[in-house]
Structure formats: structure tokens, C-alpha cells
Nanobody, 119 residues
Framework: QVQLVESGGGLVQAGGSLRLSCAAS???????MGWYRQAPGKQRDLVAA???????NYADAVKGRCTISRDNAKNTVYLQMNSLKPEDTAVYYC??????????????WGQGTQVTVSS
């Protein structure tokens, strides 16, 4: 029973902030957790990712405005987004890789949370 429960999305004015959270359950030995986003008619792109040991990777479009963090004990990843811009508007998806009791590592996705930034 894999669950990636996302929260924190919503509508915010340009220049505002949001903090996204994603709690994973039913997955063990998670290596990378991250956030992706997809705007209408566009591809799903990486926003930020973080490994078990704290190494991070950010898309150029959000570098300096977003901070990804992780609580391994809670299997939870966070994305703090500041100075939001209208072009940040998208559905944000949580991602995690790990095991669910099988013999192979797989990627798992949340349902997505809408972030809308008004100009």
C-alpha cells in the first residue's frame, strides 16, 4: 500500500511563498525524493530532488528561490518556494524511489498538488 500524500499547494500572489510537503508510506529504502511539475501542454520537469544523504539538485528556473529538504525518519520531503512567479504555476508531483517488498527498485508518484501564482 504505497502512498505519497502531498499538501501545501494553493493559490498565491506573485512574490509570495508556499511550502509543499509529501509524506511517503509503504516504501522502504528510499534513495531519492523529489518534486516535479507539469504545466498544461508542457512536459513534466524536475523542480528539485534530494538524496537520502542530503545531496540536492535544482532546476535552473527555481534555483535560489526554492529549497528542498527531507526528514528521513518521517519519509517526508518538503519544498519551500519563495518569490513565486506566474510561470511557476503548475501541478507539482512528489516522487520517491524505493522498495515495496519486491525485489526491484521502482519510482512512485503522488497525485499532484496544484500551485497557482497570480500576477
Amino acid at each position: 500500500q504505497v502512498q505519497l500524500v502531498e499538501s501545501g499547494g494553493g493559490l498565491v500572489q506573485a512574490g509570495g511563498s508556499l511550502r509543499l510537503s509529501c509524506a511517503a508510506s509503504g516504501i522502504v529504502n528510499i534513495n531519492v525524493m523529489g518534486w516535479y511539475r507539469q504545466a498544461p501542454g508542457k512536459q513534466r520537469d524536475l523542480v528539485a530532488a534530494i538524496t537520502r544523504f542530503g545531496a540536492t539538485n535544482y532546476a535552473d528556473a527555481v534555483k535560489g528561490r526554492c529549497t528542498i529538504s527531507r526528514d528521513n525518519a518521517k519519509n517526508t520531503v518538503y519544498l519551500q518556494m519563495n518569490s513565486l512567479k506566474p510561470e511557476d504555476t503548475a501541478v507539482y508531483y512528489c516522487n520517491a524511489d524505493g522498495y515495496t517488498g519486491g525485489q526491484h527498485r521502482n519510482d512512485y508518484w503522488g497525485q499532484g498538488t496544484q500551485v497557482t501564482v497570480s500576477s
